[in-house]
């Protein structure tokens, strides 16, 4: 049974003994923010890196703010995000204010409140499904690019997690 396999390369829980990209030396970051507006709008930073800084994701942050522009009472945003440490840094939380939004943690650990959570397991489901044509980090990266940019409308993402959305 396990020698006539159609997909893998061994059991679950076994090393693979075989040549190959199963290395895990090589760290990617996406960063990725995304509004329920209807056009599918999206902010990517996605780099060679392990990690975020406080600093990376302030610059991130202030690019948003630019694009979204300033907040009024008639059309103000609530960024949400987890608490990593780079996302509660008072920079990043004053920046945000000081535009006119908001900004909400989610609660930590609990993943199911928040839709980009779900926008990152379809691409990792994305990356699963097409994980055998990918060869070279270029194929990877070209992978990442080309799940994200197929994304046409976030809507259903924050519907899923009880937002009601009047943009």
Not at 37 to 48: A, I
Request: glycine share 10%; with cysteine; hydrophobic share 40%.
């Amino acid at each position: 049974e396990t020698s006539a396999r159609k997909i893998g390369k061994i059991a679950i829980g076994v090393r693979v003994r075989e040549e190959g990209p199963y290395g895990h030396s090589t760290k990617y970051t996406l960063v990725m923010a995304i509004s329920g507006d209807g056009v599918g709008k999206r902010w990517v930073t996605f780099s060679q890196m392990a990690g975020t800084t406080a600093v990376e994701y302030l610059d991130f942050i202030l690019d948003i703010l630019q694009d979204i522009g300033p907040g009024t009472p008639e059309r103000r945003r609530c960024l949400t995000m987890d608490n990593l440490t780079a996302h509660c840094n008072p920079a990043v939380v004053w920046a945000i204010i000081a535009a006119g939004h908001r900004v909400v943690f989610r609660a930590p650990y609990y993943l199911v409140d928040g839709a980009i959570e779900y926008v990152f397991n379809t691409i990792q489901q994305q990356l699963t499904y097409r994980m055998h044509g990918i060869t070279s980090p270029a194929e990877f990266e070209q992978a990442v690019e080309d799940i994200i940019g197929g994304m046409v409308d976030f809507r259903n993402y924050f519907y899923n997690v009880g937002f009601t959305l009047s943009i």
